[in-house]
């Protein structure tokens, strides 16, 4: 599982919406003093190293990584210092960093607003976290992070944040639930950014006939048989939040597309549609260019390939139109397209920003 929430990190940067991220950094900006920010089923931590590299925090932020996944806690506090240096920040434990209260304290010089950098193109950390030649900046401003790492279910912490994460998160668990607990854990006038929730979509390319029915009974299984969460999360939660008297501040399309990457033969990088494995430009035929997936991000179509496997695993056989041999087919082919670095995936998800709407202000 850590490997995958790692693998991904590369997926979310490329998909996150920019206009609802801006919102939501406007959001913290405009708060007086330090910010504590609390997030719900962390992961390994990316969100909180993708927004410092990005330079999206402000300058005193408190932040708490909350999962119940106690590995992915352990790699968290491997993978935040680590992904924090490589943004140019210095970290330090302020306790010994094995006890379980270990207060890691992160801080970055940043040149002024003139230096910073927005929607780097690619999103990739390792490009962030440099300053253009070209800046002119006169002022530096020192951001400090104070990050703690908690072990926890969310329904069962106790907490009062100016802004609480859920990425990828909301389409897991019972949102009513979830949304009752938010409203505890977040001040009066604090706000809710729910980036890459899942909202209904799971595609994949070449299309295969069967596509329409694994694709129904999977999210079947995300709805009927898993323990909490939604195939339509997105858009409930959207719905719920009108209910509940939030207001959305922005909503935005934060679709996920997973596609190789084809090295030609002058060595340039192009996201060009893979050639077909039969075609003379097959990957597999000696004149072919190289085909290969970004970073790690061959594991995440693994990941889901084996998510929907499992899925419909749970599925009594008898209930779905396909037989048994079917499925087993459409995987094959699934896989071996994988290998081959033909397979594209899609999946469509929302990103959410939101706050209690009686105390909604103008931004
Ligand atoms: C799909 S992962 C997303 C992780 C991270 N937010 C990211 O985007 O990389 C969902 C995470 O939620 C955690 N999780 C699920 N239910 C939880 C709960 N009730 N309380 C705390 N964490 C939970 C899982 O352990 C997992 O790490």
Redesign the pocket.
């Known amino acids: ?1 850590q490997t995958y ?1 790692d693998a ?2 590369t997926v ?1 940067d490329r998909a996150l919406n920019r206009r609802v991220l801006d919102r939501f950094e406007a959001a913290l900006t405009a708060r007086d003093g330090p910010v504590s920010i609390v ?6 931590g ?2 909180l190293v993708r927004l410092a590299a990005w330079d999206r925090l402000p300058e005193r932020v408190s932040y708490r990584l ?4 106690a590995a ?1 806690i352990a790699r968290a506090r491997d993978l935040v210092p680590e992904g924090l240096e490589d943004a140019g920040y210095t970290v330090r434990w302020r306790d010994d960093r094995d006890t379980e209260s270990a207060t890691l304290v992160a801080t970055h010089e940043l040149a002024g607003d003139d230096g910073r950098e927005r929607d780097k193109p690619s999103g990739l950390l390792e490009e962030t976290g440099s300053v253009p030649a070209s800046a002119t900046a006169t002022t530096t401003t020192t951001t400090t992070l104070t990050i703690t790492f908690t072990v ?4 069962e912490i106790e907490a009062q944040a100016d802004a609480l994460v ?4 909301l389409d ?2 019972d949102l009513s639930a979830v949304l009752e607990s938010i409203e505890t854990l977040l001040e009066p006038d604090g706000v809710l950014y729910a980036p ?1 929730t899942f909202d209904g979509g799971t595609g994949f390319v070449p299309i295969d006939p069967l596509d329409r029915d694994i694709e129904r009974w999977y999210h079947y299984h995300m709805d009927e048989v898993r323990d ?1 969460g939604s195939s339509r999360a997105g858009r409930e939660l959207l719905t719920a939040l009108r209910r509940r008297d939030w207001e959305t501040l922005a909503a935005g399309g934060s679709n996920w597309v997973v596609r190789p990457a084809c090295e030609n033969h002058s060595g340039v990088d192009e996201a060009g549609s893979p050639n077909s494995p039969n075609s003379p430009n097959s990957p597999n035929s000696p004149d072919s260019p190289t085909t290969h997936y970004p970073a790690s991000e061959q594991l995440v179509l693994e990941h889901v390939l084996h998510t929907i496997d499992d899925a419909l695993a749970e599925i009594p056989a008898t209930r779905m139109p396909f037989s048994s041999a079917e499925q087993e087919q459409w995987l094959d082919q699934r896989r071996t397209a994988l290998e081959s670095g033909v397979l594209e995936f899609v999946a469509h998800n929302l990103d959410v920003l939101a706050r209690r709407k009686a105390v909604v202000r103008r931004l």
């Open positions: 599982m929430l991904k990190r979310d997030e719900l089923g962390a992961g390994v990316t969100m909350v999962d119940r996944d992915s926890a279910d969310a329904f859920a990425a990828a998160f897991l668990v890459i909490g």
